[in-house]
Nanobody, 130 residues
Framework: QVHLVESGGASVQAGGSLRLSCAVS???????????MAWFRQAPGKEREAIAT???????AYAASAKGRFAIAKVNAETTLYLEMSSLKPEDSGMYYC?????????????????????WGQGTQVAVSS
């Protein structure tokens, strides 16, 4: 069974930075290295939206809202996924979830679609005040 546990969420002021972590268990080294990992965000009253994805060879993809401000990364030896967020805006507020699919991102129907992911963490809350 695959388990994901997020941490690092906090309340910060606009312009600040945060680093979110997602500890993954249940994957071996090669699975974690190759399978698609992603960060999603869900704000109150809104649908869950993809922020960034990463898979083998550290191939990444970002939502337009995240490009240039957020960076997704993973440490395969630690089976940990990260999201570095900078220049935070109030609209970045929400619950952040990490997710994974048992395929490389390129083989998913739509790597930005939450329905394509098999496992999810419980989320970590980010609140950005103006």
């Amino acid at each position: 069974q695959v388990h994901l546990v997020e941490s690092g969420g906090a309340s910060v002021q606009a312009g600040g930075s945060l680093r979110l972590s997602c500890a993954v268990s249940g994957y071996n080294f090669f699975e974690f290295r190759d399978y698609c990992m992603a960060w999603f965000r869900q704000a109150p009253g809104k649908e869950r939206e993809a922020i960034a994805t990463i898979d083998s060879a550290d191939t990444t993809a970002y939502a337009a809202s995240a490009k240039g401000r957020f960076a997704i990364a993973k440490v395969n030896a630690e089976t940990t996924l990260y999201l570095e967020m900078s220049s935070l805006k109030p609209e970045d507020s929400g619950m952040y979830y990490c997710a994974t699919a048992r395929l490389r991102c390129r083989f998913l129907g739509d790597q930005m679609n939450p329905d394509d992911y098999n496992y999810w963490g419980q989320g970590t809350q980010v609140a950005v005040s103006s």
